[in-house]
């Protein structure tokens, strides 16, 4: 029986390689997060500065190792129920990225797919993406080719644009009906779910107000790395069953000292991992 997803959305994302709108929580709620967010991304930023030129700095890697907000929506029971319905009982977060479009910059995503950067298998990671602010098609929301998932794992190259928020600028080689894309429009508190291999992209924010969601990488304990590296995943729901992972501490205050360290140790990991794997980053 499923938990939040009805039928026809489970339907929906199997056919199509996503699923929208769901809400996770009010737009109060989600506005709370995200005020915390920013006074915890400045706090960071204050002892960590952010090195010039970083597409993607740490703090937005992996935050709910080093955060109280990040870690209480990872661990979210709609979004959970949701994951569950697509990928079963026992789920890791694998990965998470904070995505932060200033208003009216030039910040994008071009096309790609998620499995291409991460070496897991199989190819079942699903990515919940939360809505801070409103993502729309003024800010830059992610758009989504609907049936992409289904061609598998496409080849891609990387585009040296200082504009592109992905580490590499990793784009996929072929050429995409832009036309078909459908745009995944949400307001704060509503989320998303992807399939790992559903093609996506998304455009600069011409809005006047920032457009702040969270990518979460949720993938079922028989997922594993290809690569050579032992990596770590935080157990969210259900059991470890095939310890392929190491299990991550949830952070009991925000950059305390254990926080701190398990979260550099986690993106060294997969750092590392991303040396051995060639399409891997260290951001998707
Ligand atoms: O937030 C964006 O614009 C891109 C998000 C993305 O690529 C993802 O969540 O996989």
Redesign the pocket.
């Known amino acids: 029986m499923s938990k939040l997803l009805d039928d026809a959305q489970v339907a929906a994302y199997r056919r199509d390689g996503f699923v929208s709108p769901m809400r996770a929580v009010s737009a109060g709620q989600a506005g709370l997060w995200q005020e915390r967010m920013a006074r915890s991304i400045a706090d960071f930023t204050a002892r960590f500065p952010e090195e010039p030129g970083q597409r993607q700095p740490p703090a937005r890697l992996k935050p709910y190792l080093l955060f109280r907000w990040a870690a209480e929506i990872v661990r979210h029971p709609a979004i959970l129920d949701a994951v569950e319905d697509v990928i079963g009982p026992d789920i890791l977060v694998f990965h998470t990225?904070l995505?932060w479009k200033k208003a009216g910059t030039e910040g994008y995503?071009p096309w790609h797919q998620?499995g291409t950067y991460f070496g897991l298998a199989p190819h079942e990671h699903v990515?919940a993406?939360l809505a801070l602010t409103p993502s729309t098609l003024e800010s830059?929301c992610?758009t989504m080719l609907p049936g992409s998932h289904k061609q598998g794992q496409l080849a891609h190259t990387d585009i040296s644009d200082p504009a592109i928020m992905l580490s590499r600028g990793q784009t996929v080689k072929a050429t995409v009906d832009e036309a078909a894309g459908v745009p995944v429009q949400l307001q704060p508190g509503e989320f998303s779910l992807h399939d790992t291999m559903v093609l996506?992209a998304?455009a600069p924010n011409r809005s006047a107000q920032d457009r702040i969601?969270l990518?979460i990488s949720y993938i079922p304990a028989r997922c594993y790395h290809t690569g050579p590296t032992r990596l770590s995943a935080t157990l969210v729901r259900g059991a470890n069953t095939h310890n392929h992972f190491d299990l991550e501490a949830e952070p009991k205050a925000d950059m305390d000292a254990a926080a701190l360290a398990a979260h550099a140790d986690s993106l060294g990991r997969f750092k590392k991992a991303s040396e051995t794997i060639p399409e891997m980053s260290l951001v998707?």
């Open positions: 990225t995505w995503v998620d990515t993406w830059g992610v996506h998304s969601g990518g998707h």
